[in-house]
């Protein structure tokens, strides 16, 4: 059986988040598939009690970076550092609460790759093999197997890519592709003999199978595939033909300058060198191994669909093979037995108007216009309530707009400011309840409720389940608060007590749905705190800090990152936020002020032409 996805209070959880490409600024579809539902479901653990890690970083290897920098005219290093830097004001500015988000081009982040990979080596999991690369004829430069398309010779899909086919779910290399093209500049490669070392993963089959077959829990899409995928498993070179990456720690390859180690391989290792580098830094090193070595801590790794294969076949092979635990047996080595993944959350595409949001075909809307014209919690509620959980999501202005003046505005800025004001005009501070109606009990218990119903869900990532809940208490209130009619009471001096029953109990259900929508709502959440006439750090917000890479690690190769670098990181304080899921009881007597509006409301123009920056076309 699988382990519970239902997390034991104080238990270990550890937040595995995909790390977005250097080399451009980040989109809504991105923070969409990996963003958003990582922090969401991260906030909820740290609510229920739980100890959670959160890292993440930017992915700096790998062609795609090169033809970036080549287009802009600039070095591959001064490109990565450039977006890295945007990325993490982006993602922090969104208020995704990691505790490291780092870079894949420090040295820490080198050791432990270069550790992984002789772990593999010496089990006799990475073995050499002849194959044929493709090069691009114009530049001379290797292609990677993302960057050719043709058709599959499996299933006769007219856009599969040169390492699997997204519509029958195989594997394939770039030569088996019919009518291949390059997708840098649509010339057919030319494939040459090359030597690199490949990942046995026939030899890794048996484990892997043993372990999918016990993720019963898993989103069925995700599982489907993953399964899938064992049908067709052949050896995966883990190296490239390629000048920028980290270098091969095997004699004779290390020095090599055009030899490094496969993107994929470096960048899923990211998780357990991050954590690292975030135990260095919080001045105990040892304290990633309570999230990596303890079989009891829960891992939930966050990506879009077209990276499951990576995060629940690759990385999971990789893991197995540096504990000796395939077909070829071996030894365990530095870092000990690692664990496997607990559940792989993909999520589905947020297209626009039918298309897979792309910034190279002009198909985009960045996070940091949006956030600078929205704020970051109108994207956030509206990728939890209407985004690509299990299927495709169309995003439009008009349905951006809708759900925003219809539920967040009207529906949830309405009930708090409406039952702050009605509370402060008459009382001044949140009032003495008599004796509760039946009325009062049923709002109240239906929230309580909810406390458990929208836990379970948000504990096994199912938070389109978990906000719906959460919102339809809403919904119920602002109907309680018409029914009661407190506006008709205050004009009674006999109907006083009435009043401030009617109003303290709004007041809790307010306080309730506050504390429920925090994961998804964190900054009005702070707001709302301190509306209802509490202080201190309810939800707390990322924070970014420039630090130097300056540890001593022995790495080999040639390409080496330079020591005492500096750059930025996302790093927060979350133990010390007061939010806790569950019922916090409103204090008779707080004073209240006359509140703030909550949320703006969007002119509906806005949905018929959008923005300046991204109009309806």
Not at 163 to 190: F, R, Y
Request: proline share 6%.
């Amino acid at each position: 059986m699988t382990s519970p996805v239902t997390a034991q209070s104080g238990q270990n959880i550890f937040v595995g988040v995909a790390w977005p490409y250097a080399n451009g600024p980040r989109h809504i579809g991105h923070v969409a598939g990996f963003g958003v539902p990582s922090d969401v479901f991260a906030r909820y653990q740290r609510m229920a009690g739980n100890n959670v890690l959160m890292v993440s970083g930017t992915d700096e290897h790998g062609t795609p970076l090169l033809v970036q920098a080549d287009k802009e005219g600039v070095s591959v290093k001064e490109l990565a550092d450039r977006y890295n830097r945007q990325i993490v004001h982006d993602l922090a500015g969104l208020g995704l609460s990691y505790d490291l988000f780092t870079r894949t081009t420090t040295r820490n982040h080198y050791a432990v790759v270069q550790e992984l990979f002789k772990g593999l080596y010496d089990n006799g999991y990475m073995v050499k093999e002849t194959t044929k690369g493709a090069i691009s004829p114009s530049t001379g430069r290797t292609l990677p197997d993302r960057y050719i398309e043709g058709t599959c010779p499996i299933c006769g899909a007219s856009d599969a890519r040169g390492d699997q086919c997204d519509t029958c779910g195989n594997q394939l290399d770039p030569a088996d592709l019919i009518d291949p093209v390059s997708k840098i500049n649509g010339e057919t490669p030319e494939f040459v003999e090359t030597e690199h070392f490949m990942l046995d993963l026939p030899a890794l089959h048996d484990a892997l199978k043993a372990w999918l077959e016990t993720r019963e829990d898993w989103r069925p899409n995700v599982l489907r595939f993953s399964l899938n995928l064992l049908e067709d498993m052949r050896p995966r070179a883990m190296t490239r033909d390629i000048d920028w990456g980290i270098p091969i720690p095997v004699e004779g390859w290390q020095d090599n300058p055009s030899k490094k180690l496969y993107v994929w391989f470096d960048a899923v290792v990211g998780y357990l060198s991050a954590s690292i580098e975030w135990a260095q830094r919080s001045g105990n090193p040892d304290a990633w191994k309570d999230f990596w070595q303890d079989p009891a801590t829960q891992s939930f790794y966050f990506m879009g669909k077209d990276n499951i294969t990576f995060h629940s076949q690759i990385w999971p092979a990789e893991l197995l093979a540096y504990s000796g635990k395939g077909d070829r047996g071996g030894s365990g080595h530095e870092l000990g037995e690692l664990n496997l993944p607990t559940e792989v959350v993909s999520s589905e595409f947020l297209t626009m108007s039918g298309s897979k949001f792309s910034s190279s075909k002009g198909v985009v809307i960045y996070v940091k216009d949006f956030l600078a014209q929205f704020g970051p919690d109108s994207l956030r509620y509206f990728i939890a309530v209407a985004g690509p959980e299990n299927n495709d999501t169309d995003f439009t202005w008009d349905e951006f707009v809708r759900r925003i003046n219809n539920e967040l505005a009207n529906g949830w800025g309405n009930l708090v400011n409406r039952t702050v004001s009605m509370a402060h005009k008459n009382f001044g501070q949140v009032p003495v309840p008599a004796q509760l109606s039946e009325s009062d009990d049923r709002i109240l218990k239906l929230a309580e409720r909810t406390f458990v119903t929208a836990g379970e869900h948000l504990s096994r990532a199912k938070f389109k389940n978990a906000i719906t809940q959460i919102m339809h208490v809403v919904g119920e209130a602002n109907a309680y608060i018409a029914e009661q009619e407190p506006w008709k009471l205050a004009k009674e001096d006999s109907q006083r007590e009435r009043l401030a029953t009617v109003l303290w109990t709004a007041l809790q259900v307010v306080s309730d749905c506050n504390a429920m929508l925090t994961p998804f709502l964190p900054h009005i959440a702070q707001q709302v705190h301190e509306t209802l006439g509490r202080s201190g750090v309810w939800a707390a917000a990322p924070r970014v800090e420039e630090v130097t890479d300056d540890e001593d690690y022995d790495l080999v190769g040639v390409g080496l990152p330079e020591k005492n670098q500096s750059y930025p990181v996302i790093v927060g304080d979350y133990s010390a936020e007061q939010a806790r899921w569950g019922r916090i009881n409103i204090a008779p007597g707080t004073p209240l002020e006359k509140p703030q509006p909550l949320v703006a409301k969007l002119d509906p123009e806005l949905g018929e032409t959008g923005p300046e920056w991204a109009p309806v076309n």
